[in-house]
């Protein structure tokens, strides 16, 4: 069945620098990526999403990357801040919605 | 509008007893989710509604679980009996359209089973 891999599972970086979160899928039919931001106790929030019919899309200081012959997706946060601390998951979906199994993000100050 | 809303927010129940998770998408939704989610097994989709009819309960752990939407407005999950295996945070989220839409999720019920 469908299978999202997400790498790292944690991840640190300095305040200022970075961040590159990596998911990959094993269903070439899925056709929408979705990533999620969750605060510690608070619910998924969208932050970001593609389709398949684009390569990039960028959203302020968030962009996310796709290539579909690869079947691999990625989240970039550039000049991250404190803020920028949680867990964030990544998701495919066509038939089904299969979500990864999350990174926890830690910004150090 | 005030967003999905479930109850009850926390739920602390003994082995064996029936448990009932309640949500209320956003008006003008036609699809419904009910995920778990645990440590170890992370977001997990369970089932999803489109305009009311379920349409994919292949992620339901079993028979204990069951989901029923009633009507637009009104979606249950019931867990009978209960197992501490149960225990996660259950979140319902509702989008616009089907699996292609961003989905907004409800504040999450804590279930605990003892």
């Known amino acids: 069945g469908e299978n999202v891999e997400q790498h790292p599972s944690t991840l640190s970086v300095q305040e200022g620098d970075s961040a590159v979160i990596k998911c990959t899928y094993s269903d070439s039919a899925s056709n929408y990526f979705p990533w999620y931001k969750q605060e510690l106790g608070k619910r998924p929030q969208l932050i970001i999403d593609i389709r398949s019919n684009v390569g990039e899309k960028k959203d302020q200081r968030i962009a996310v990357t796709l290539n579909k012959t690869a079947k691999h997706f990625s989240l970039h946060i550039t000049e991250t801040q404190p803020e920028d601390s949680a867990v964030y998951f990544c998701a495919a979906s066509e038939d089904k919605i299969i979500f990864g199994k999350g990174t926890r993000l830690h910004i150090l100050p | 509008d005030a967003g999905v809303i479930q109850s009850p927010r926390h739920e602390v129940t003994e082995m064996g007893q029936e448990v009932t998770l309640r949500c209320k998408p956003i008006?003008?939704?036609?699809?419904l989710f009910w995920y778990r989610q645990t440590m170890m097994r992370g977001l997990e989709l369970l089932i999803y509604f489109n305009n009311n009819v379920p349409i994919d309960d292949s992620g339901m752990p079993e028979d204990r679980f069951s989901a029923k939407m009633p009507n637009a407005s009104f979606s249950t999950l019931k867990i009978q009996p209960s197992e501490p295996r149960d225990s996660a945070v259950y979140f319902c989220?509702?989008?616009?359209?089907?699996?292609?839409?961003?989905?907004?999720f409800g504040p999450g019920t804590r279930l605990t089973v003892t």
């Open positions: 008006s003008g939704h036609n699809s």
């Open positions: 989220a509702s989008s616009l359209g089907d699996r292609v839409y961003e989905q907004y």
